[in-house]
């Protein structure tokens, strides 16, 4: 195995980490966005106010989209990990 197909692994885990990752930090991003301008909006600056239904919004998306990262893992892990291993 060359450090091509190395780094090649390595790109493809890096890339869909961040496929995994983005309906989460995409959920975070919004709740942030709409608490923080209801905040603005009622002159609230409760510091725990953010944290609740952030916290809240990510675990449902979480267990809602826990299919979509599941398969992910496994295609990923399918194609690139047992063709190394099977290679050796």
Known sequence: MSE??????LREFLWNAALMATPLLAVALVVGLVIG??????????MTLTF????AAMLVVFFLSAGYMG????T????QVLTVIAAH
């Open 4 to 9: 091509a197909d190395i780094l090649s692994i």
């Open 37 to 46: 301008l209801l905040q603005a909006l009622t002159s609230i600056q409760e």
């Open 52 to 55: 609740v239904p952030k916290l």
């Open 76 to 79: 990923l892990f399918e194609t």
């Open 71 to 74: 398969r992910i893992v496994l």
